[in-house]
């Protein structure tokens, strides 16, 4: 039934109204929400209306290739999910699904340090398909240490550091919320949940939790998320730390939550092999620049010692033809996918892929650029 459903999704727009309509409204605004007055979450959007597309005629479209070099691996589409904290709590094991849905789909998927389940719960639950792993720096560096080497065993390629995040930004929806893991059964939140009988059925099957951290110590009852970032990551992190990170792991790594050329170019020196332009999602410092307004300046910073992965505000197969145009590798998508979950779990993470495929294939014919990754600026006319 969910599958009719989710065919009558047309554009990723469809897939949030549907999300909105099957999750207790506390959960869908701590999906949908930013930081602060939410300017940079809508900036991240409203931005890729600063360029317009300049369509090529007479070029034989016939064949197109959406395909994209991510990291060293080869990937069906130049796309990769974004690493989002407590997939588990919009569908029952959500991280899973989403990995599988990447994984069908051909493009990587990025677990978050705050999934709700454990990096080796997901790595068994969905064996194929390339998979990173998203690490905060934590004040506890043996337990960071011991994500890393658990990562590493449980088959992770990738390591994602977010550096965005050394305190958690302002969500005043949240607050007014009080959105906490496990949810608190005030009144509202009980009201809200009754009202979303389909979405109660599988909570009540999957406990919600922060899967990697089961065995720590500081992790117990009731907690916001603020909270939970305060006690266990480590706002003094600089360059020296990360550094150290990097050199444990061993294996490839890129940064997320970069912004400013200067700060691309440290990561470039320490090593990574992508650097996320992100402003994760207009969901910590408001007023910060938008992601894909940040990127020209990066890309130009970095050229070709290591990839551009631009992150925040994609909605659209146009927006990721822009990125590319704008020197982007590939771009993440965080609440589009979100979406699709909470839509209708694996079938709706696939059903956002396949708006993005088709949206992409159509875009790459009517503006007669058939091959995706020779998209350059004489796509783009600036408004
Ligand atoms: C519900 C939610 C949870 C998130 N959790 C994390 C996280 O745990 N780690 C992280 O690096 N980024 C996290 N992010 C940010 C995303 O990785 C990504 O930067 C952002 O969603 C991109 O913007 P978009 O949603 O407009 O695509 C989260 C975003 C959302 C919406």
């Not at 332009?277 to 620049?289: A, I, P």
């Amino acid at each position: 039934m969910s599958t009719n459903r989710l065919d009558r999704a047309y554009s990723i727009a469809d897939l949030r109204k549907q999300a909105r309509r099957r999750l207790p409204r506390a959960i869908f605004e701590f999906i949908d929400g930013g930081a602060g007055g939410e300017t940079t979450l809508a900036e991240n959007c409203s931005d890729f209306g600063r360029w317009r597309l300049v369509p090529r005629v007479g070029v034989d479209v016939g064949r197109r290739d959406l395909s994209a070099m991510i990291v060293g691996v080869p990937a069906a589409l130049p796309l990769l999910l974004a690493p989002t904290g407590l997939a588990g709590l919009y569908s029952p094991q959500g991280e899973a699904k989403a990995a599988r849905a990447a994984a069908a789909a051909g493009i990587p998927f990025c677990l978050s340090t705050n999934s709700v389940a454990s990096l080796e719960e997901v790595a068994a639950q969905a064996p194929g398909g390339d998979k990173w792993f998203q690490l905060y720096m934590l004040k506890d560096r043996p337990l960071m240490w011991a994500l890393l080497d658990r990562a590493r065993g449980a088959g992770y390629r990738v390591l994602c550091l977010t550096l965005d995040l050394a305190v958690q930004g302002r969500r005043e929806r949240d607050m007014r919320n009080a959105f906490t893991v496990p949810l608190r059964p005030r009144l509202r939140t009980v009201l809200e949940v009754a009202a979303r009988p389909a979405w109660l059925a599988g909570f009540l099957r999957a406990p919600v939790r922060f899967g990697n951290f089961e065995q720590h110590a500081g992790v117990s009852g009731f907690m916001n998320i603020a909270q939970h970032v305060a006690s266990l990551f480590d706002p003094t992190a600089d360059w020296t730390a990360i550094r150290e990170v990097v050199e444990r792991w061993g294996g490839p790594f890129v940064v997320k939550g970069v912004l400013s050329p200067d700060d691309a170019l440290r990561a470039v020196e320490l090593g990574a092999r992508a650097v996320i332009v992100s402003n994760h999602g207009g969901r910590q410092l408001d007023q910060s620049v938008s992601a894909v307004a940040a990127l020209p300046a990066v890309v130009a910073a970095v050229g070709s010692r290591a990839q551009i992965i631009l992150d925040g505000g994609v909605r659209r197969g146009v927006d990721l033809i822009k990125a590319r145009a704008l020197g982007a590798d590939a771009c993440m998508i965080g609440r589009p996918f979100l979406w699709g979950l909470s839509a209708g779990g694996e079938d709706g993470v696939a059903r956002a892929l396949a708006i993005f495929r088709d949206e992409l294939d159509n875009g790459l014919a009517l503006v007669g650029a058939p091959i995706y990754a020779e998209l350059d600026e004489t796509n783009l006319a600036c408004r």
